[in-house]
């Protein structure tokens, strides 16, 4: 069985600060995807990152940061220099792999509701 | 990048009746593609995996003569809730996995399904 938790179910910053939102996972596989969504107040999924078990490597897109640490099992979520674009509901996800290859179903944590106060 | 909708994007149906809800990819084949549903401020949980040509394969708990699934083409799966109730009202979304790149999943835009 797999798991994910948020353990942070609301953030709330002021503009400019950094923000982590934590995620851990549980999975007894040992090829799995791992995956960040955003969903704003329109309720539509936008996709941020996908990682693979074997890829380890932190990874930085502009102001958005990922740390893979297979070791405690997590995937943090970092964002600098917060802007109140970025409010929105911020889910992490889990996936084994299927047997053909690729992802299969995605198991969500809770979510983290982030809120970017001007 | 890859699109996938959803139709219709908001409906309203009294108790008792059945909604069929579309899910295509637009510019990718999809030999799978997912069923999530999502209550309101929590988190999606898959229902169903949808195989063209082959039956779906159902989470646990998830009733399958309640929500029928259909993936007749590689571009189109359907879902159908059957005889609605108020418990069911919730925001259905689907997913589909591009045969050629299966590690992505595309998310469609979602349909909110209230039951009067």
């Known amino acids: 069985a797999q798991k994910v938790t948020q353990a942070q179910t609301e953030i709330s910053v002021v503009e400019k600060e950094d923000v982590t939102l934590d995620c851990v996972y549980e999975?007894?596989?040992?090829?799995?995807?791992l995956f960040w969504y955003k969903q704003p107040p329109s309720g539509e999924l936008v996709f941020l990152i996908r990682?693979?078990?074997?890829?380890?490597q932190n990874e930085i897109s502009g102001r958005y940061s990922w740390n893979f640490q297979k070791s405690t099992s997590s995937f943090n979520f970092t964002i600098t220099a917060s802007q109140v674009v970025d409010s929105a509901v911020y889910f992490c996800?889990?996936?084994?792999?299927?047997?053909?290859?690729?992802?299969?179903?995605?198991?969500f944590g809770k979510g983290t509701h982030l809120i970017i106060q001007p | 990048g890859a699109v996938v909708s959803q139709h219709p994007s908001r409906v309203i149906c009294k108790s008792g009746t059945s909604v069929k809800i579309e899910c295509r990819s637009l510019d990718f084949q999809a030999t799978t593609m997912f069923w999530y549903r999502q209550f309101p401020k929590q988190s999606l949980m898959l229902m169903a995996t949808?195989?063209?040509?082959?039956?779906?394969?159902?989470e646990q708990g998830v009733e399958k003569d309640k929500f029928l699934i259909n993936h007749a083409s590689l571009t189109l799966s359907t879902l159908t809730v059957t005889s609605a109730h108020p418990e069911d009202s919730s925001f259905y979304i689907c997913?589909?996995?591009?045969?050629?790149?299966?590690?992505?999943?595309?998310f469609g835009p979602g349909t909110r399904l209230t039951v009067l």
């Open positions: 990682r693979n078990s074997f890829d380890e």
């Open positions: 997913s589909a996995r591009n045969s050629r790149s299966a590690d992505t999943q595309y």
């Open positions: 949808s195989n063209e040509g082959s039956k779906a394969t159902y």
């Open positions: 996800a889990l996936s084994e792999a299927y047997p053909g290859g690729g992802a299969d179903g995605l198991t």
């Open positions: 999975t007894r596989d040992t090829t799995y995807y």
